[in-house]
């Protein structure tokens, strides 16, 4: 039993995993050129990360290992503008599954800032004429 023990220990030390692969790049305008280098992650970098920073017609990809949180924090935290300048931040966790550009989001539209602007101005407004209801 103890040799059984001491077999199966030495093989799962033995046992190889393999790191995840991004591809990595840094202020590249090209995805082809982005694509040229391989990256492979090391703890706790778990998360193939590929941004995109655009202004007008001037594109720069940037593509990493990152961990996680870090990813989705900056993917939460990502946007375009109504003029589509911004970026966009996108998060895999694949071997090389980051090859491809980020699909560029379409914008948030202008008038969905409006009605949320509204929304704002009006709560004060609801708010203090319900107070002067319950004051009266």
């Known amino acids: ?37 391989i990256k492979q992650c090391l703890e706790p970098l778990d998360t193939c990360m590929t941004t995109e920073d655009i202004a007008g017609d001037k594109k720069i990809m940037v ?3 990152a961990s996680f949180a870090t990813c989705q924090g900056a993917e939460d ?9 911004g970026n966009v931040v996108t998060c895999c966790s ?3 599954c980051n090859n491809v550009a980020v699909a560029t989001a379409k914008p948030s539209s202008g008038a969905t800032t409006i009605h949320i602007h509204t929304a ?6 609801g708010v203090l004429s319900l107070l002067s209801k319950y004051y009266r």
Do not use: E, H, W
């Not at 199966?8 to 280098?37: F, G, I, M």
């Not at 935290?77 to 300048?85: E, Q, Y």
């Not at 704002?120 to 407004?125: D, Q, Y």
């Open 1 to 37: 039993m103890r040799t059984l023990s001491f077999i199966l220990l030495l093989s799962l030390s033995l046992y190889k995993v393999d790191a995840l692969r991004c591809y990595s790049c840094s202020s590249v305008t090209s995805n082809a050129d982005c694509n040229q280098n």
């Open 63 to 65: 593509k990493q290992c």
């Open 77 to 85: 935290g990502a946007g375009l503008d109504p003029f589509g300048d």
């Open 94 to 96: 694949t071997d090389l």
């Open 120 to 125: 704002l101005l009006l709560l004060p407004i």
